[in-house]
């Protein structure tokens, strides 16, 4: 009994706080958030950063398992960086300058982020590409997340990059984590943990 207890309560805090990184990397402290997605009652870390709207304010403020992170990136333009995808094409962040672009952490193994796979796609399907670019980054081999991505019908780009990539992005620590990253090329909002499609759009489209 005792056993099941606890096999249910990690089940529990996976689904909150989502998965950490198998091999993270250390970021520094001053560009981590700490509360846990589940505290709505800590100070938000975005609250005195000019680059942070009152329309993203207002949306961080109602969130619901996720917490803003590597907030003194914010309004800083993002490196770029070469990928490819599941099926060969190569993507460069760059290539997108003038769309909006979600770069999402991810993994097969990982429950929230399963989980966020239906929002991704409804968001692909109300969003058209000329408007947003997502790139679902996972570091497994691309055979595990080809196969994932065909048994999800996933219809947004899926990338296996099991090279390095720049920081901020080489200093997330757990995922689903997703840089949310403006037309002009600079970072606007890193979410850590699962989001649902209202929340995903209206951080695309906050000014």
């Known amino acids: ?18 998965c950490k990184k198998s091999s993270p990397a250390k970021a520094p402290a001053d560009k981590q958030s700490s509360p846990s997605p589940a505290d709505k009652t800590a100070a938000p870390a975005t609250a005195k950063n000019p ?11 109602h969130r619901n398992s996720w917490n803003p992170i590597l907030v003194d990136y914010y309004g800083k333009e993002m490196p770029d960086f070469k990928v490819e995808d599941i099926n060969g094409k190569t993507h460069r962040l760059k290539d997108y300058r003038g769309k909006n672009v979600m770069v999402i952490m991810w993994a097969t193994w990982c429950l929230p982020c399963r989980e966020e796979i239906p ?6 399907e109300i969003m058209p590409a ?3 670019a997502i790139l679902a980054i996972s570091n497994e081999p691309v055979d595990t997340v080809k196969a994932m991505a065909q048994s999800r019908n996933i219809n947004y780009t899926v990338i296996s990059n099991q090279s390095s990539l720049p920081e901020p992005f080489s200093i997330v620590r757990g995922i689903p984590t997703a840089f949310f990253v403006r037309p002009d090329g600079a ?3 890193v979410v ?10 209206a951080i695309i489209l906050a000014e």
């Open 1 to 18: 009994m005792t056993e099941l207890v606890l096999v249910f309560c990690l089940a529990a805090c996976i689904v909150l706080v989502g």
């Open 51 to 61: 680059a942070v709207s009152k329309a993203l304010e207002e949306i961080i403020a």
């Open 119 to 124: 929002h991704i796609i409804a968001l692909r």
């Open 130 to 132: 000329d408007k947003l």
């Open 187 to 189: 970072l606007k909002l």
């Open 192 to 201: 850590e943990g699962g989001s649902q499609l209202g929340e995903m759009k």
